[in-house]
């Protein structure tokens, strides 16, 4: 029987299947060259500033009131909420309410103390106009020997005390007073109310769920904004903002939809310019980079593709080159 060789006969068959193996992973992680549409329609523009100088950006839609985020002024649990994502509501509409068992408990046993403040009111005023009327009494008798001057002087000190009771009762009285009206104030903020007319955009708070006033409270737990009509908030680099013709309308279409394009009206520019939030996650994107902010609003008539936090295209006219310099 022949002896196997490790040199000449197991090592070359090793390297074969080395290779075999090779070729095979080569082939099943090779990248798909193969041709298909996009997935998104890329941003373009037609019509008149196809071939005009332009200003391209990035935004966002909004609500023409900003985004409202809707907290409490009241912890506690929620009683119920009133509202649902959609929804239009006016100003000063309820949109949910905290549990107000303890605030109605306070308000009871301040109410108590205001008819027990009053009572004591009522008493002392009794009491000081009788130890008035009798010091007056020992102070017209003509006989100075009928009335010592021991009785005197402690009618005058019934008159003090009972005077005493009186302004200490009206002083609590007052104090109840003041705390009712507290009680009562914070009973009406426990229904929280819609700051201004609008939709509603999300709701982020359930009946029975706890929440907190103050920062960090784990708010908002309702956002809301006027979307009659929508705003869109454009980013334009730095280098490119002095480019822009500002008053001039913009072209605007979804991200993903170039087709559904419209035509925005100028609002305003925002007087600070900001650090760019959104970034292309492009290797050569500097992380420093600032943006001019500006405001365009949208037609009335616009299509459903434009939605309160979708991303958008635009295309702004530029200066043209004597206005540049």
């Given amino acids: 029987m022949a002896k196997l060789s490790l040199s000449r006969q197991i090592l070359p068959i090793v390297a074969l299947i080395g290779v075999a193996i090779a070729i095979y992973m080569i082939f099943i992680q090779s990248p798909d060259r193969s041709m298909a549409e996009a997935e998104e329609t890329p941003a373009r523009v037609n019509g008149e500033l196809a071939g005009e100088a332009r200003v391209a950006g990035a935004g966002i839609v909004e609500p023409s009131s900003e985004t409202i985020e809707i907290g409490t002024a009241i912890s506690g649990i929620v009683e119920t909420v009133l509202v649902r994502p959609g929804e239009r509501v006016t100003a000063g509409e309820p949109l949910f309410r905290v549990d107000t068992r303890s605030l109605r408990s306070r ?149 993903g939809d170039a087709d559904a394009r419209v035509e925005a009206s100028f609002v305003r520019a925002e007087p600070l310019v900001v650090p760019k939030t959104s970034l292309t996650n492009s290797a050569s994107e500097r992380v420093d980079v600032r943006v001019l902010q500006l405001i365009y609003a949208l037609p009335a008539d616009a299509p459903e593709a434009f939605r309160v936090g979708q991303q958008v295209d635009a295309f702004i006219p530029a200066k043209q080159a004597a206005e540049a310099e």
């Fill in 107 to 255: 308000i009871s046993e301040t109410e108590a103390a205001i008819r027990r403040a009053r009572a004591a009111i009522a008493e002392a005023r009794a009491a000081e106009a009788t130890a008035t009327r009798q010091l007056d009494l020992y102070r017209n008798i003509d006989d100075p020997l009928a009335v010592s001057r021991s009785e005197i002087i402690a009618a005058e000190g019934n008159v003090s005390n009972a005077r005493a009771r009186r302004q200490l009762a009206e002083a609590e009285l007052a104090s109840a007073q003041a705390s009712l009206s507290t009680a009562r104030t914070e009973l009406d903020r426990a229904t929280v109310r819609a700051p201004i007319s609008g939709e509603i955009l999300r709701v982020d708070v359930r009946p029975g769920e706890l929440v907190n006033s103050g920062p960090g409270g784990g708010g908002p737990y309702i956002r809301m904004g006027e979307t009659q009509p929508l705003h869109v908030r454009i980013d334009v680099d730095e280098d490119e903002a002095v480019r822009v013709a500002l008053g001039e309308p913009a072209i605007v279409s979804p991200r």
